[in-house]
């Protein structure tokens, strides 16, 4: 066995006696104490700086990270990708030439968990090649702690795995990583603090992430979210409203709002009564064409909201507005503190504010016991409202959460049946509303060339709906810039178009 190989096969032994080395380089997570919202102020570190001795650390190196899962996922990487490339890091596509492989993790569902657990076992072929190469576990599946024993047990290839709350000290972790033999374990489970300044290297130059608020305080049973990212803590505006500024003086073109619960930003302020609606109406009257935001729960959807979205402009006119289920009883043990007809009439109540809406949203089937007349309620209640398209999910146990401790008597045939005909309805709805706009003109922000063919330009509508279009101008001259294009036929998925002028 060569020097290599033997460091190699060292990654893989039986787990040592952690504890000597917890103080320094081991923090464990903890779902009892990531429920707990604690009565702390929440804490503002307005400027991150990163400590002077870090700063040369990845000179010479490179960087590959890997992110699953949601949009706050993606931004996160941006940061991270951010840190990397203040400390000298270099990023890389090809996981071969890599000094640091991340896996930014998602832990919604079981199936989100399995591809990452896959991926690692597959990263140990790289570790054996390269014994120096680091590999680090974060994102959601890092704050579970049954996740971070598996890998303690299973994985001993892995050098680090931080959690959500920790993405800042990543200069700190990565220096105990190089240092240390054993794993470096940091995940702090229950947070409340808002750190602004962090370095960003954001994918793109058209559309952009920006964080309003962290975590959330709703607790459905079946959602890992509230434990796995902490208590809801929202910026203040004014850090929002210049990050927005900045990006519009840089010429994005679209924003994305993120927060796990965005109707809820602002309830954590005690020196004010400042909303999402009174954000929304500061971020209007910047000069960038096209804001958004994801995710809102229906509770807290106010009446201020809904006036200032209707006021149109660079506020577009799509909502997604997660369900989850039509049926009161599945409501109710869901925890999701509405009600079907409540649902409706915040549809009908938006409907009439903004009649040219398009509204999205999530739906899981196969609950606990659900039943087929329940089920049933949730087909009705899309059909009612005509949603555009939605996502939809069987419903996945996950620890820690209440709704894994329901006994459950739906067999998985049945589950997987409900979602077929689900999406049947969807993809009816879908196409419908696609159908409707042959022959319309519609706006496209365009992203660049099509997946299939390069001759063919692609971006999407204000209500998001992905448009492919030919044109007679250079592609370098409309990617970027806003469109008409006439829609000329209506795909599964998708429309065609044929290009008429760049938008004045
Ligand atoms: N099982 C299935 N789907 C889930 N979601 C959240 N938790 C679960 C779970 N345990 C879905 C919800 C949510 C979306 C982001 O993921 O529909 O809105
Ligand atoms: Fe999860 Fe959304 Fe419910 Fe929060 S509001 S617990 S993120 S489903």
Not at 170 to 185: F, G, Q, R, T, W
Not at 201 to 228: E, H, L
Not at 465 to 494: I, M, Q, Y
Request: aromatic share 8%.
């Amino acid at each position: 066995m060569n020097e290599e190989q033997r460091r190699a096969s060292q990654q893989v032994k039986e787990p040592k006696d952690y504890s000597k080395y917890f103080e320094k380089v081991f923090t464990a997570p903890s779902l009892k104490d990531a429920k707990k919202r604690g009565k702390e102020d929440i804490k503002y570190h307005k400027d991150f700086t990163i400590d002077e001795a870090f700063l040369q650390m990845g000179v010479g190196r490179k960087f590959y990270i890997r992110t699953y899962g949601c949009q706050m996922n993606e931004h996160d990487t941006e940061v991270m990708a951010g840190i990397f490339a203040s400390l000298g890091y270099e990023a890389t596509t090809n996981i071969e030439e890599a000094d640091v492989v991340l896996l930014n993790t998602c832990a919604i569902r079981e199936n989100a968990e399995n591809k990452v657990f896959g991926e690692l076992g597959f990263l140990l072929k790289y570790k054996r090649k390269n014994p120096d190469m680091l590999i680090g576990v974060c994102g959601c599946m890092s704050q579970e702690e049954a996740v971070v024993n598996k890998i303690l047990k299973q994985y001993q290839h892995v050098d680090m795995v931080f959690g959500t709350h920790n993405i800042h000290r990543l200069p700190n972790i990565l220096k105990d990583a190089y240092l240390s033999k054993e794993m470096v374990v940091e995940v702090w489970s229950k947070e409340g603090d808002v750190i602004e300044s962090l370095p960003k290297k954001r994918n793109g130059s058209i559309k952009a992430w920006v964080n309003i608020m962290y975590g959330c305080d709703k607790f459905c049973t079946y959602c890992i979210v509230p434990y796995t990212r902490g208590k809801e803590r929202s910026r203040r505006p004014e850090e929002i409203i210049q990050e927005v500024r900045e990006l519009a003086a840089q010429g994005y073109k679209e924003i994305m709002l993120l927060g796990q619960n965005v109707n809820a930003y602002g309830k954590d302020f005690e020196d004010s009564t400042y909303r999402l609606g009174d954000l929304m109406d500061e971020l209007r009257t910047i000069d960038i064409p096209r804001i958004r935001f994801t995710t809102s729960h229906p509770r807290d959807f106010d009446d201020h909201l809904i006036e200032v979205l209707a006021k149109g402009g660079n506020l577009v006119e799509h909502i997604h507005l997660p369900v989850q289920s039509g049926s009161n009883d599945i409501l109710k043990i869901m925890a999701r503190k509405y009600t079907r007809e409540h649902f409706l009439a915040l549809v009908d109540k938006i409907k009439v504010a903004m009649p040219n809406v398009t509204l999205t949203t999530d739906i899981i089937v196969g609950y606990p016991n659900e039943t087929e007349a329940q089920f049933e309620e949730t087909l009705d209640l899309y059909r009612q409202v005509g949603f555009d398209m939605a996502f939809t999910y069987i419903y996945s146990p996950r620890e820690g959460t209440p709704a894994a401790k329901m006994v459950d008597n739906v067999s998985d045939e049945e589950k997987k049946s409900r979602l077929h005909r689900l999406n049947d309805v969807v993809a009816e709805f879908s196409g419908k509303a696609l159908k409707k706009l042959e022959g319309q003109v519609v706006e496209v922000l365009v992203e660049g060339s099509s997946k299939r063919r390069d001759d063919v330009l692609a971006g999407y509508t204000r209500s998001n709906r992905l448009v492919n279009f030919e044109a007679d101008v250079p592609a370098e001259e409309l990617v970027g810039k806003l469109v008409h294009v006439r829609v000329v036929e209506a795909k599964t998925h998708s429309l065609q178009g044929e290009f008429i002028e760049v938008v004045k």
